[in-house]
């Protein structure tokens, strides 16, 4: 009877060592019994280790949704940003006030008086009427000139000057367009040598009027004589400016 729980003993510590043997092989080489529930939750997949390791790698850029749609080198966001653009300036032209560069002024068309700055005097004698001279002034500027009342000229050193035939005064002003000329005769002697204080001239300077004829107005203008220069004498006297010639030598 002994010997039976002797052998009983032996067999149930013989077991025992036996499980205890093989516990210990599993646990050494790690195949183990585990819960696969939780072994799956534990372990990571292999795209997002993927994942990961790309971003974290030197010089490497992980893509998202969201820069694809942002990317702004796509035919499709170039035409939206251009048509933004064209729209804020179609937009802006409509509500700025634009102000016309400044035109340079252009030269006035007023008229002026006819003076020796404006014009150039020419004097010649004449051989029909006798003892009569004509003057011719040009309008020599860009504007319109007005010749008023008639020459007031000196002939030599005269300090006077000769009086205006009344009866030759036109019915309107003279009026010269640039590069137009008007005119007016002096008779310079009596031709039956009847008047007094006769003299030969070898210069003359001729004055202009303003349009109240109550004075010379601007520069005089100093026309040439002949060398041998003019005979006058006290008869001296000129006419009104006229627009014409044959109506300054009618007199």
């Given amino acids: 009877m002994s010997d039976l729980r002797t052998s009983r003993t ?20 790690g195949t183990g019994t585990q819960d696969e529930g939780a072994a799956a939750t534990k ?16 010089g490497t850029t992980a893509l998202s949704d969201s820069s694809d749609s942002s990317d702004s080198s796509s035919p499709g966001a170039t035409g ?3 048509s933004a653009g064209a729209d804020s300036a179609a937009t802006g032209s409509t509500t700025v006030t634009r102000t016309p560069a400044a035109k340079a002024p252009a030269a006035s068309t007023t008229p002026v008086t006819c003076e020796g700055s404006n014009t ?37 050193e005269s300090q006077s000057v000769p ?5 030759s005064q036109p019915q309107a002003v003279v009026t010269l367009e640039p590069g137009q000329a008007g005119y007016a005769s002096v008779n310079l002697s009596a031709t039956d040598g009847s008047a007094a204080n006769s003299y030969t001239a070898t210069s003359l300077t001729g004055y202009f009027q303003g349009r109240s004829l109550s004075g010379s107005v601007g520069k005089g203008a100093s026309p040439a004589l002949p060398a041998k220069g003019v005979y006058v004498d006290d008869s001296l006297k000129v006419t009104y ?8 030598v009618s007199w």
């Fill in 10 to 29: 032996r067999l149930v510590g013989a077991a025992t060592a036996v499980l205890a043997a093989l516990s210990l092989t599993a646990c050494n080489d």
């Fill in 43 to 58: 372990r990571p997949s292999s795209t997002a280790s993927s994942t990961a390791a790309a971003s974290n790698a030197p």
């Fill in 80 to 82: 939206s940003s251009a």
């Fill in 120 to 156: 150039k005097a020419v004097a010649a004698p004449l051989t029909r009427p006798v003892n009569h001279m004509l003057l011719t002034v040009t309008n020599t500027g860009s504007r319109t000139c007005f010749l008023y009342g008639y020459p007031a000229v000196r002939f030599g």
């Fill in 163 to 167: 009086p205006v035939i009344k009866d």
């Fill in 241 to 248: 400016w006229q627009q014409s010639m044959d109506d300054a």
